[in-house]
């Protein structure tokens, strides 16, 4: 089983759509997880960080469940701007190497 | 504020020749990483460094030197290109090891004919 498991999609959505993503994680240990969001080609950059308690910043939601070892990413009121790659990552037992998943493609249509 | 550069960003080798990718950080960050993303693959850590003065290897090491030459910049090498070699690099930092947001740069697509 690989270490972080993403479904690629595409998913297409229109905007003002809501969609979620969802990403499995294989090391129970893991401690620190993470949504980077890729354009294409371009470089990753952090979505936000994924905490326990689950967090929100504005339109994104991201949420952790430990027993089913999953994380998802719920994005409401979807804007063409987000149309982008999301890659779901955790970081590894060594506590420094981030394993990234291979990402989950959203296009957002008018 | 140019946070993470890198240079070239592009570059096309024939197999077996040599060349090394610049990456450069403004952000007086501790700890570097060298990157390789391919097509239906997760981005994998070639090799990294804690601090100056310090390398690791990462999950894909084996073809690639790196050199941290100062705080601010941490170099990769191949030595002998291969084909399979041909991937986007990207270099990252963060300001230690850890939890912590890693910044990337704009990546170097590697072309290995």
């Known amino acids: 089983r690989k270490e972080v498991e993403q479904d690629p999609g595409p998913f297409n959505v229109p905007e003002g759509a809501t969609v979620a993503f969802n990403c499995t994680y294989s090391?129970?240990?893991?401690?620190?997880f993470f949504w980077y969001r890729q354009d294409c080609r371009k470089e990753p950059k952090l979505l936000m960080s994924?905490?326990?308690s689950g967090n929100e910043d504005g339109r994104f939601t991201a949420q952790l469940n430990r027993a089913s070892q999953y994380i998802s990413l719920l994005i409401r009121d979807s804007k063409l701007s987000d149309s982008a790659t999301y890659l779901c990552?955790?970081?590894?037992?060594?506590?420094?190497?981030?394993?990234f998943g291979k990402g989950t493609s959203l296009l957002v249509t008018p | 504020n140019a946070g993470v550069t890198q240079t070239p960003k592009f570059q096309v080798l024939k197999t077996g020749q040599s060349m090394t990718l610049q990456c450069a950080q403004d952000?007086?960050?501790?700890?570097m990483y060298w990157y390789r993303q391919d097509p239906g693959m997760g981005l994998r850590l070639i090799y990294y460094?804690?601090?100056?003065?310090?390398?690791d290897k990462g999950e894909v090491p084996n073809g690639y030197n790196v050199s941290r030459l100062n705080k601010r910049e941490f170099s990769l090498r191949l030595e002998s290109a291969a084909p399979s070699q041909t991937s986007v690099y990207f270099c990252?930092?963060?300001?230690?090891?850890?939890?912590?947001?890693?910044?990337f740069g704009p990546g170097t697509r590697l072309t290995v004919t």
């Open positions: 990252a930092s963060s300001a230690v090891l850890g939890p912590y947001e890693q910044y």
């Open positions: 090391n129970s240990a893991s401690q620190s």
């Open positions: 994924v905490y326990s």
């Open positions: 990552v955790v970081l590894s037992n060594s506590g420094y190497a981030l394993n």
């Open positions: 952000m007086n960050h501790n700890s």
């Open positions: 460094s804690a601090s100056e003065g310090t390398t």
